[in-house]
């Protein structure tokens, strides 16, 4: 199988290139051609528009302006690139000879807040913010655009992680290795993980199997509190785990001092760290007819921790 993929220099497109090229030729396309051990040949988006890309069967579109948590990047960045750049890439893939439509969107198009509840995909989309609203502009694109004899699938991933990963997870990580005690044990919470060898596997089953097209949530089986975590990483790297139960009144007053003082920790960054934000991967499982995914969170996490200590 032919393969064109965006965003391949990211962590989810490095990995997909190492899980898919042994099997498939694989084709990029970035900002700037160039060379990547597994790929072909890396083309560029102006060759989009000179209609001078290869014949592929898929096209996987990785490509986007990921989430700011800074709230330091302009609105507009996120339209032109999540929506508009994703809509000219479908509006070739309509039109070329390429079967299946792989779209990387994202959960918090659909939620930015869960509170008690499960995310599925039956939820109605309230997404808060640039990045979720762009994601879910390119989704409401596609499927009121629907590809004639074609599979489109829309992909809500929730928090990856995985080798190579620089995230929140591995900020947590490098807390716990340098001894700072967790303050926030007090809290409850329940979260979902997507390691990256369950994604991959999701998407090499959606390229060689005939699965119905449509939008499908992406998350690891057994979602986890912040407290597991921090103990999953202590057990991987041998550590005793220092989790203090301070009151979470005292935790709210230091955050609120945090947003007249501007400290790491204020208002917005508590309820990040301590909220729950459970996904369902049900429809998933079922369009793949297995009753459980290959890795649980706490395997997958366990090897993403040791992959940190490796580096």
Not at 16 to 26: A, E, M, W
Not at 43 to 60: F, G, Q, R
Not at 168 to 192: D, E, H, M
Request: glycine fraction near 8%.
């Amino acid at each position: 199988m032919n393969i064109l993929i965006t965003g391949l220099h990211g962590f989810v497109g490095q990995n997909l290139v190492t899980q898919l090229s042994g099997k498939h030729r694989i084709f990029g396309l970035a900002r700037t051609a160039g060379k990547m051990a597994g790929v072909e040949k890396i083309y560029t988006w102006n060759d989009l528009d000179n209609a001078s890309l290869p014949e592929v069967d898929a096209i996987i579109h990785l490509a986007g302006k990921a989430h700011d948590t800074k709230n330091q990047a302009k609105a507009d960045v996120y339209f032109k690139v999540n929506r508009d750049l994703t809509i000219n890439l479908y509006n070739y893939f309509v039109n070329s000879s390429a079967s299946k439509f792989l779209f990387f969107s994202t959960v918090k198009a659909i939620a930015d807040e869960l509170g008690t509840s499960v995310l599925t995909e039956d939820d109605e989309p309230k997404p808060k913010g640039p990045y979720g609203e762009s994601k879910l502009e390119a989704e409401r694109y596609m499927q009121t655009h629907p590809a004639s004899n074609k599979q489109v699938y829309i992909l809500r991933p929730c928090m990856m992680h995985g080798e190579g990963n620089k995230g929140n997870l591995n900020l947590l990580y490098k807390l716990v290795a340098k001894g700072i005690p967790w303050p926030l044990g007090a809290f409850s919470n329940s979260r979902s993980f997507a390691s990256i060898d369950n994604v991959c596997l999701i998407v090499s089953e959606l390229l060689n199997r005939d699965i119905p097209g449509g939008a499908y949530n992406i998350a690891d089986d057994n979602p986890l509190s912040t407290n597991a975590l921090i103990e999953i990483i202590c057990g991987v790297m041998g550590k005793k785990c220092r989790i203090w139960n301070v009151s979470p009144g005292l935790i709210g007053l230091l955050a609120k001092v945090g947003n007249v003082l501007h400290l790491p920790l204020n208002t917005q960054r508590l309820a990040k760290l301590t909220e729950s934000y459970v996904v369902s991967n049900q429809k998933i499982k079922k369009a793949l007819g297995v009753d459980r995914l290959p890795i649980d969170s706490k395997a997958g996490l366990e090897k993403t921790i040791r992959s940190f200590i490796k580096h």
